[in-house]
């Protein structure tokens, strides 16, 4: 059986996509630190740090901060298992994958959902989502600060202020969002919170960093009753990682090191200059890309920094470049699905991957991929990237 | 900040408790491997390893075995989430706290739970698990091969035969079995088995291996509705793993190539030579023990291998003696909880820490912290040992 199971061999891979991203060095190595046990004073220590450390990126005071023992989606569930009663209104502003990934589990949940819609992409006026919630009422609002699937950002200070003004929690995904632009969770007013650590973060995937304001803490603790979830109920992870430090489950010790130090790296960075650097990336691939005649799918102040969603030209076939780009040069991009399967490409700039050496790379590459199946580059994508990157100092 | 958050210093610590268990260095070392996408060719080839290392390792020719992402309790509920059926009746088999974790789930699920009870380390006879089973004629069993709580082995083949006379499927957590003792998931008839990967795997913890029979396969995909969890929907991990790829969430790569590195030292070491290594470094670790004076908690036949609990003796006070083990000796074992609370120490013997030398060494380190709180041992542990180790050559 050996003979044919041998050691790992991955292909080089330049993570482009919409996550994971290329890992930090000092991560991989942080992981071969020798684990204590899940209960030891200085596993504490760690999650300690780590919750100091997420406090800083999330932009929170909020002392229930903590990485939940699961990726992405286990954080969404979290948030929706643990503020989704059955039978409470529950309103979703839906305008992508991740709101229709909310929308399944709230009703998995029994709550009763009701979405505002509009096409993917497209984001939510503050008019348009205030009025939703002022006529709905719900008991909780989600909505999608980063959409993965459309590349679009959705702002979150109208949404919440409504919330609050009809006593309704707010649940926001971040999980293209944090550690590559300003998230501001209580600037906001956002009361939870969650997360990935493969995207902005630069950590492999396996946590999902969470927080829940002191107000929606009240809420949960003055529930009558349990979630459904066990693995994933927040007043139990509280009486592990704080106060008693009661048993509970088994932690991830190794990607518990892995994600303190990544938050490490980005505090070292700065906060402001990370976002910065994702900001000066991302506007120096899409001049790019325009150049060579692409036209962006979302509206240029909706654009997320860390994920790019340029429209597929007419007549190319998505998935022939995306091939060549990943057999020539091992570069992961991603294409569209759902209602922009075939339409656009989606191409990640997050974290240790958000470079500038990426950026120039991708666009000779993607110009080649495009050439080779028939398409006529307007410009030079890499010419005008480099003329923004000269004209707009790092 | 990071004047206070330097960098990871952990103390050293020879992990003898109830897991984790120490890491093998080669898995480390795998984990520093680049990350691929989570829907890279390459992945799904590992995902693919796993599985196939992973039906070695439980016994099993099932087709569905794969890792959670997740933790051990992870798999219990995905279990428990995706067979309890609201109403429906869902009988346990309880003798230890890890049989009242899986009550609790299942309860949180909706099921109607009907529990035999035995005092925490007593395993049921085949006659008293049989006609329990016959009598209540429910839907799923659920038993626990091997009980953290308590140290104790639940035979699972008497009960495999009860409920499938009544058509029911039987649920086998095998967390502190896996890799460290015989499992025999197919053997035994057991439906549906789940695991974790820090114990007998000496992984860190992160996944969590299951494996569901054809026949739970069918039962799955044959019901209306859906599960409430949607992270741990198995239905929808199957079209993630298997056939489609279809995406369902970001698996956490770099603990799938720890695990698949840990799961190639158990094959090379081989299944059979692995658990005789367990078991007779159980039976020194006994013998040493029962030459100090102590007495084991659970009847010989029912002994884990990998898990011992030895009785407190009368006076002694449990955590002072752990406490003077770790912090001479850097050695952590366990208390008893719930009614072993006090009562019993859990020693752990698992993976890469079943070893001949710390046998002999926590002997010495435990014989001298139990003086040193006034026990007066009948004879030297360490001696008594080292004599069995001599008589029974590896």
Redesign the interface.
Known sequence: ??D??GS?C????I?L?P??S??EPRV???????????L?P?FFE?AE?VR??LQ?VFGTKNQFTVAI??????G??AAV?NFAEPGEKFAILANGYFCD?IT??AR???AEVVRLEKPWGQPFSDDEASSFILRERPKVVAFVHAETSTGARQDGAAICRAAHEVGALVIADCVTSLGGMPVEVDATGIDIAYS?T?KGLSC???LAPLTVSDRAMGVLRARQG???????DLKMLDDYYQGAHR?????????F??L??AL?VV??EGLEARWQRHRRNHLGLVAGLEAMGLTMHVAEPYRLWMLNTPCVPEGIDDARVRRRLIESHGI?IFGG?GPLAGKVFRIGLMGASSTQENVLLLLEALEGAMRAEGYKPAGSGVEAAESFFAAHAA
Chains 1, 2 share one sequence.
């Not at 991989?28 to 899940?38: D, K, L, N, S």
């Open positions: 059986m050996l044919e199971i790992l991955p292909p080089r891979r993570l996509g996550g994971p290329n890992v991989y190595e942080a992981m071969r630190t020798p684990i204590v046990g899940h030891d200085y760690v740090d100091k450390l800083v023992s699961g990726t992405g989606s286990a969404m569930e298992a990934r399944e589990m998995r949940y029994g990935c493969q492999p995937p396996g349990v979630p459904r979830t066990w693995y994933l048993y509970h489950h088994t932690a991830p010790i190794t990607m090191y892995a303190r130090e490490r505090v070292e992961e699905f």
